[in-house]
């Protein structure tokens, strides 16, 4: 059973929007911090923002911050992460993560803290 699967990725229009989806099986169940991170060509893999599924409390790096949404469904046990006002250097392969701990910043961006990982899904924002 795949713990974490990504969709909702594809080709958008700088100034465009994507939601993003993070479905997640009972394997992750006990691990309440969820988080994104993104892999831009070129560079290291990179935390994008992070929720906590007991508090709601979410975290966002400074890239994203004020232009994206990270929220939950627990019915669904899914996860999302809202992009709007998109610019190229969004372009990246975005993973999610889940993890067990709390919303401290300097555990969110260390991805060695994550206990899953799902496969990816490509997101492209032409100029």
């Known amino acids: 059973q795949v713990p974490l699967v990504e969709s909702g990725g594809g080709l958008v229009q700088a100034g465009g929007s994507l939601r993003l989806s993070c479905a997640a099986s009972?394997?992750?169940?006990?691990?309440?911090?969820m988080a994104w991170f993104r892999h831009r060509p070129g560079k290291e893999r990179e935390f994008v923002a992070a929720?906590?599924?007991?508090?709601?409390?979410?975290y966002y790096a400074d890239a994203v911050k004020g232009r994206s949404t990270i929220s939950t469904d627990d019915a669904k046990n899914t996860m999302y992460l809202q992009m709007d006002k998109m610019t190229p250097e969004d372009t990246a392969v975005y993973y999610c993560?889940?993890?067990?701990?709390?919303?401290?910043?300097?555990?969110?961006?260390?991805?060695?803290?994550?206990?899953?990982w799902g496969q990816g899904t490509q997101v492209t924002v032409s100029s």
């Open positions: 929720i906590s599924r007991r508090t709601g409390t979410s």
């Open positions: 009972e394997r992750t169940t006990s691990s309440y911090l």
């Open positions: 993560a889940a993890g067990t701990f709390g919303i401290i910043s300097r555990l969110l961006t260390d991805q060695a803290n994550y206990n899953y």
